[in-house]
């Protein structure tokens, strides 16, 4: 069965500060794999998405996201965070039918 | 507008009645999920749906039933409802086969249960 796990469920960073957030997927299948951030009181939103090609990933707000096959991971990275990136972060990877999500990973940044 | 709506934004109730939250869409979506937020175990899918004619179960089903009523909408009922069930309740819309297309979220239903 497909799974997800985040490593960190709590990150406090302060402004400026490198960000990296980890991700291992397990599925034997082809994996499609996503990033989506939930911003304080809203519905989550796709930061970015991997489903083949280069194994860079750039999407919204300077994030990106880095596919290695090898260690089943799928790590969000930012080089400088701001305070506006406060928010919970959920990976995700496709199934043959649905999509699973990890248990997420609360962001804090401090001003 | 949003192109995902979910009915009742809020709701409180009492534990044994039944609620049902609704869900839908403008995006001309086939497939539609209903996954609940619960704090430190992220979402939880209960119920999808790829067409009318098709509903599956998720990971945690006991407890929901669903009607897709047609492609634009899809409900969550809860039969009889208990505290447990308390959580942010998301309605999300996709369009590709295979799962790989991206998920379309509504705004949340958040209910509690007295």
């Known amino acids: 069965a497909q799974s997800v796990s985040q490593h960190n469920h709590h990150v406090i960073l302060s402004e400026a500060a490198s960000l990296e957030l980890g991700c291992n997927y397990s599925?034997?299948?082809?994996?499609?794999l996503f990033w989506y951030v939930q911003y304080p009181g809203q519905h989550l939103q796709l930061l970015l998405k991997y489903f083949s090609g280069d194994p860079l990933v750039k999407g919204i707000k300077g994030f990106e996201a880095e596919f290695i096959k090898s260690k089943f991971s799928f790590n969000l990275r930012k080089p400088s965070v701001q305070w506006s990136d406060t928010a919970e972060y959920f990976c995700a990877v496709n199934g043959p039918d649905k999509i699973i999500f990890g248990k997420g990973t609360r962001l804090h940044i401090l001003p | 507008d949003a192109d995902v709506t979910q009915t009742p934004r809020n709701r409180i109730t009492k534990t044994g009645k039944r609620i049902m939250l609704e869900c839908s869409q403008t995006k001309g979506h086939d497939r539609m999920y209903w996954y609940r937020q619960d704090p430190g175990l992220g979402l939880r899918l209960i119920y999808y749906s790829f067409d009318v004619k098709d509903i599956n179960k998720g990971e945690i089903s006991d407890g929901y039933s669903v009607s897709r009523q047609a492609q634009a909408k899809f409900s969550l009922s809860l039969e009889s409802a208990i505290p447990n069930q308390t959580a942010l309740y998301f309605c999300?819309?996709?369009?590709?086969?295979?799962?790989?297309?991206?998920?379309?979220f509504g705004e949340g239903s958040r209910l509690t249960v007295l």
């Open positions: 999300a819309t996709s369009d590709l086969g295979v799962g790989t297309g991206e998920l379309f």
């Open positions: 599925y034997g299948g082809t994996v499609n």
